[in-house]
């Protein structure tokens, strides 16, 4: 585990820049990213000189593990460009969370504040005690932000109490989710990729059963899982919603209603499919222990063939799935399962909201406002937004092309510059990284690899129906219910346990469900509809 790392940076003393890193050639890199007037309507600008000192700006935010803070020329060109003196302070990102309720409990508050998740309940307490300020009034003047953001990714950085916006949302790539698979095996079965849930089954039992890792041992399952219950987590399962006719809680079906998952026909037969896995020895039967990302780690060492663990498309290339998946088995191959559809004559889908990814906002001890916004609106400019995902030319990348829509810029690299990227720039330290839910930059550490997360991403989209459903927030009633019920949760996952290793019947199964479980949603359920009914359908 990363141990905190605090940097206060200073100007002083610091080594010039280097060609490449002056201002003016980042803005020719930046030019490739652009988007045009005419497609945004609204022009963007860039950081207006530097006549005034250095603004020093406190940030507290989550970065890659790897991620190095000290020493960093993309820090160092970032400083430059945007004209401040950046003091960062970087948790652990496993206990992010955490070391954030210390710090704002604290009254020693940063500029600065990353939000993992906008619809946390922290997020909506800080607003309601005055420890966040309200960021309406100033959007006008902030023409990056506005120019890069659209209207409903907004409404993520919205408290519902106030109505008011109190973080800016981070942009993002639309969630392509699905699960990974080891490609390898496949082929060495003679297996084809599932698109069915009756074809992932397969897959799954011959993953299982037939030594695909061919070690002659029965060491394997299928596929594992963690939960099947967060509702407000939309990716763990989501390669299977679609075979089921699942709906994401709290967001409307077809005929505008809103529930919770559980509340839907769909839940039971997924159950039903998991607990089938179980009997058949298929599902991991440790599966119900799993913790955090213990999911994932059984993929990479090998003992299960799938992974739907928050994997989109990106994992595959450039996360721990595919570094420690090579690392353990240099020899594997990845792949991507798509959402599963019913049967073959069926449609796969994909609901997702305006994408976003958490979020920045201001806590109320800034002493100035004025230059951490426009530092922050540097930060949504075809410059800042260029540092932050490429980094530095000469350093992080050789050269970089984009697709005919100007996203997704495939990075070329030489020597030891793919591995500089790792340590100086993160993923996490970006205001944006997406233009009109596509990302900026195409994952992968060779042309190969980026090629092929390219092509997934197109089949993605051209193969699954993407359904845009209304951001949601978590309202009152919820928060309320969770703080009044901590056990609802722990019992559903036992509930949910039992039944699918087979402790419990399915008549105890639906009895605890319909009659415990979502009666006590029912104001949520009430106030979530008013929600959609009066701001949102």
Request: overall charge negative.
């Amino acid at each position: 585990m990363m141990n905190d790392k605090k940097m206060n940076r200073k100007m002083n003393g610091k080594k010039s820049l280097k060609g490449s890193m002056k201002k003016a050639g980042c803005l020719t890199m930046a030019a490739v990213l652009a988007v045009s007037v005419s497609a945004c309507g609204k022009k963007e600008t860039e950081m207006a000189g530097n006549a005034e000192a250095p603004a020093t700006i406190r940030i507290v935010t989550s970065v890659d593990a790897q991620f190095q803070v000290d020493n960093n020329p993309v820090i160092d060109a970032i400083e430059k460009a945007a004209n401040v003196n950046l003091e960062i302070e970087v948790p652990p990102i496993n206990n992010y969370l955490d070391r954030l309720n210390v710090i704002m409990a604290s009254g020693e508050l940063p500029d600065i504040v990353f939000l993992q998740e906008t619809t946390d309940s922290s997020f909506y307490k800080w607003a309601d005690d005055g420890l966040l300020i309200p960021l309406d009034e100033y959007l006008p003047d902030l023409p990056n932000v506005t120019a890069n953001t659209t209207e409903d990714q907004l409404k993520a950085g919205v408290v519902p109490t106030s109505g008011k916006l109190y973080a800016f949302p981070r942009p993002h790539a639309e969630n392509f989710n699905g699960a990974v698979i080891r490609q390898d095996w496949l082929d060495k079965l003679g297996l084809e990729m599932p698109e069915t849930i009756e074809e992932f089954e397969k897959v799954a039992t011959a993953f299982t059963f037939e030594d695909p890792d061919g070690d002659g041992q029965d060491n394997t399952y299928g596929f594992s899982m963690t939960n099947v219950n967060d509702n407000y987590n939309y990716n763990n399962l989501s390669v299977f919603y679609s075979a089921f006719n699942l709906h994401k809680s709290f967001c409307p079906d077809e005929n505008g209603k809103v529930t919770i998952i559980q509340d839907q026909p769909g839940y039971y037969d997924m159950m039903d499919f998991f607990r089938r896995m179980y009997e058949k020895g298929v599902l991991d039967p440790e599966w119900y222990t799993n913790q955090g990302y213990a999911e994932t780690d059984k993929f990479k060492f090998g003992q299960t063939g799938i992974d739907s663990l928050y994997i989109k498309p990106v994992s595959l290339f450039s996360t721990d799935v595919y570094t420690g998946t090579k690392s353990a088995f240099p020899d594997s191959r990845l792949g991507f399962i798509y959402p599963l559809k019913k049967d073959e004559n069926s449609q796969s889908y994909y609901e997702t909201t305006a994408s976003t990814w958490g979020g920045y906002a201001i806590s109320s001890s800034c002493s100035q406002i004025d230059r951490v916004l426009q530092f922050i609106d540097w930060c949504y400019s075809e410059e800042g937004r260029t540092l932050m995902n490429i980094g530095v030319q000469g350093i992080t990348y050789d050269s970089f092309t984009t697709t005919e829509d100007g996203t997704l810029a495939k990075i070329n690299y030489k020597d030891d510059q793919y591995e500089n990227s790792l340590k100086y720039v993160s993923k996490y330290f970006t205001f944006i990284t997406a233009l009109d839910g596509m990302r900026l930059v195409a994952v992968g550490d060779s042309p190969e690899n980026q090629d092929a997360y390219i092509n997934m991403e197109t089949t993605y989209r051209n193969n699954v129906e993407m359904a845009y459903i209304p951001t949601i927030q978590v309202l009152t009633s919820y928060s309320n219910l969770m703080k009044d019920n901590p056990e609802l949760g722990s019992k559903l996952d036992e509930a949910c346990a039992k039944y699918i290793i087979g402790n419990s019947t399915r008549e105890e199964f639906v009895d605890y469900i319909e009659n415990t479980y979502v009666p006590a949603f029912a104001d949520v359920i009430t106030e979530m509809q008013d929600y959609y009914d009066s701001n949102l359908k």
